[in-house]
């Protein structure tokens, strides 16, 4: 942006309460935090603030604006003299861009680089600065043209925040796990895909498979910009589904422990960091594959074709509960939301007990070079079933829901209670043979925040589970919209296993209703 013409110096304003907050350029022109914000008084700046109609300026030109804090990506003092400010710009609801503030300081250098200082800080808060990104951009992702959002959206936040960026263009799939595995953990912060959910899976798996497995999931976070369908994660730790505003999520990010899964399927093992889905929830998700050219919509699209058949998926669901009552799920979560601090990491086998209390249990732990994931406690599929598990027969089960998130899709906030390092995971049943418009009110309920507290929904935090299908040859069993083999599957949790990178160290979605209310 344009320089407010010819300027001689700036000085440090002597006439305000807080002289270390303000700048005072000739003209007219200041600096000054107020709050959470950054008030410009420059009126050639300004106009380009000016509120529009259409794209037509309207009102008066206004002498000074503000920029959040939240939205100041950098500044500096430069050797040409020159004070500058670069900030995220919101030119709409859906979309931010750079703007730069530029201004000579002077004689004053000292002064300004001090005041340049305390702006960064107060911007940055508790998040890194000039994070080391490993950015995985896969082009064929959702309805596609993630590179045009990564070079057009995104690159240009994250280079005017003075990010270190190592861009790979994935071609495969499955090559995601690969470059995680092989990563070199002291080379990065942070490994950010540019898709949707299907990349962040192959990240935590890639990084899950290393010998020092443990390690490189606490070291390294996982970001998230959204070009896919779903974008679940986006969504949870950024507060959108929008790219540019997920990338000043990123830039702004706190680094937070989060809680993954591990998932035995026969012989195999692998992480999941999402959900897991039998019956209309993974039909919709797995069975519209070919409709991917409509990105979200085609859950929709699912969803109106199946909801009248009243199919049912029987099955033996096998369960470690630790809640089963929906007044006890909302006290807990109340108690997790109103935990001080997000950052710290628990840890399930030094007291998950403790940890549903609401108490943090530990802190981060010494963890070596050499260990891989942590073993598994209560065994794999192919072992017997605990003995204090609660197994039951599903005749008519519609849905069988296991999430990690709160969101699941940008309109779709199904696990209202989840919580992303408290040790559990959320189940949500439902049976198939409800009425077409009771099902549709069901899902619908979804949207409007209802879904918790409805009556045909069952709602549980466990610990660990095992689903076992009956009287099927053939179906759809989606882990974190993954298609996997229709065979019996079992879960456990990982409490505070992986890192991620969030706006606040918890979920971006609203809990269930009235939780505020909870007793504990």
């Known amino acids: ?183 070199d953990l002291d080379s990065y912060d942070v490994v950010i895909p540019c898709s949707g959910d299907g990349l962040p899976y192959e990240c935590i798996n890639g990084l899950g498979k290393r010998p020092d497995a443990r390690k490189a999931l606490r070291q390294v976070a996982v970001g998230h910009i959204p070009c896919g369908s779903g974008n679940a994660m986006s969504c949870n730790l950024n507060g959108t589904h929008r790219p540019s505003i997920a990338a000043l999520a990123i830039v702004k990010g706190v680094r937070t422990p989060f809680d993954l899964m591990s998932i035995t399927q026969g012989s195999t093992r692998t992480l999941s960091f999402l959900s897991q889905s039998v019956g209309i929830i993974a039909e919709c998700d797995l069975g519209t594959e070919h409709l991917r050219w409509l990105g979200a919509a085609r859950f929709h699209v699912g969803l109106a074709q199946r909801v009248f058949s009243k199919k049912l998926y029987p099955c033996d669901i096998s369960m470690k509960v630790e809640m089963s009552e929906k007044p006890a799920i909302k006290a807990h979560y109340k108690r997790e939301r109103n935990e001080g601090v997000y950052t710290t990491r628990k840890e399930k086998d030094a007291g998950r007990e403790a940890s549903v209390a609401g108490e943090s249990t530990s802190s981060e732990a010494t963890i070596t070079t050499g260990e891989g994931l942590p073993p598994l406690k209560y065994g794999t599929v192919n072992d017997k079933v605990p003995d204090d598990w609660e197994t039951a027969s599903y005749d008519k089960l519609g849905n069988f829901y296991c999430g990690n998130m709160a969101w699941m899709a940008p309109d779709a906030n199904f696990f209202t209670a989840a919580c992303p390092n408290d040790g559990l995971m959320d189940v949500v049943l439902n049976d198939g043979d409800i009425s077409a418009a009771r099902y549709i009110d069901l899902l619908t309920s979804v949207e409007t925040g209802h879904f918790f507290d409805n009556l045909h929904v069952t709602y549980r935090k466990v610990s660990a589970y095992r689903f076992t299908p009956r009287e099927q040859e053939s179906g759809y069993i989606s882990i974190d919209g993954e298609h996997v083999p229709f065979e019996p599957f079992q879960v456990e949790i990982h409490q505070g296993l992986g890192t991620v990178l969030s706006r606040n160290g918890k979920y971006e979605a609203a809990g269930p209703l009235g939780w505020e209310k909870a007793s504990e």
Not at 35 to 57: E, P, Y
Not at 88 to 111: F, Q, R
């Open 1 to 183: 942006m344009a320089e407010p013409g010819p300027v001689a110096s700036a000085s440090v304003s002597e006439t305000q309460q807080a002289p270390s907050n303000v700048l005072v350029f000739p003209r007219g022109v200041s600096l000054a935090f107020t709050g959470d914000s950054l008030v410009v008084k420059d009126r050639t700046q300004a106009r380009c603030h000016r509120s529009k109609l259409c794209g037509i300026a309207v009102g008066s030109p206004p002498a000074e604006f503000s920029v959040p804090l939240y939205n100041v990506l950098w500044t500096e003092v430069t050797d040409a003299g020159l004070l500058t400010i670069d900030y995220a710009l919101a030119v709409s609801k859906k979309h931010l861009e750079v703007c730069t503030l530029t201004y000579p300081i002077g004689d004053i250098a000292s002064e300004v680089a001090k005041w340049s200082n305390i702006l960064l800080m107060r911007a940055y808060g508790p998040a890194q600065r000039r994070k080391r990104a490993k950015v995985l951009v896969n082009p064929y992702s959702g309805p596609g043209g993630a590179d045009k959002i990564w070079e057009n959206e995104v690159k240009p936040l994250f280079e005017a925040a003075r990010m270190s960026l190592d861009v790979v263009r994935t071609k495969f799939a499955g090559e995601a796990v690969g470059i995680c595995e092989n990563l």
